[in-house]
């Protein structure tokens, strides 16, 4: 299982934690819709934890399975105004791309949980694509 764990205090770190994103969606096999998404929830996420706390923490993992790619990322942030901002975040729409449509996050995640902790906030997600759907070599990617 690989895991990277980014600590976010500034600008650089969001940038960081969303090529991370993208890298593990390229490795996984993800289409390049759910690539977008992934690293367009991740960046949109990370980027309201240094907007209004200027510290938390993002770890993004591989957790597929025999049946389902599938990555999870839990974004931790020290104020509780990230609470509502990520709600804002989940529910608005997002330009994954110029060829592609713009999506609520809230639609292309398998699971999404959002939590007050203490003094800060917990946003655990999932996304997925099927096994069935990974790139086969000589063929397109499944958007």
Do not use: Y
Not at 28 to 50: E, M, P
Not at 110 to 120: F, P, R, T, V
Request: hydrophobic letters at 40%; charged letters at 25%; one cysteine or more.
């Amino acid at each position: 299982m690989t895991e990277e764990r980014i600590r976010l205090e500034e600008d650089r770190d969001v940038v960081a934690a969303w090529k991370s994103g993208l890298a593990l969606g390229r490795k996984l096999g993800f289409g390049l819709f759910k690539q977008a998404c992934l690293s367009g929830a991740i960046l949109q996420l990370t980027r309201s934890v240094v907007e209004k706390g200027r510290r938390g923490s993002c770890v993004i993992t591989d957790e597929s399975d025999p049946k389902a790619l599938r990555a999870r990322v839990v974004i931790e942030g020290c104020t509780g105004e990230l609470l509502d901002a990520a709600k804002s975040r989940i529910n608005a729409e997002l330009n994954v791309g110029p060829a592609l449509p713009a999506v609520k996050l809230h639609q292309v995640l398998e699971s999404c949980q959002i939590d007050a902790q203490g003094d800060g906030v917990r946003i655990s997600l999932t996304i997925n694509q099927p096994r069935a759907a990974q790139k086969v070599p000589g063929r397109p990617s499944p958007a």
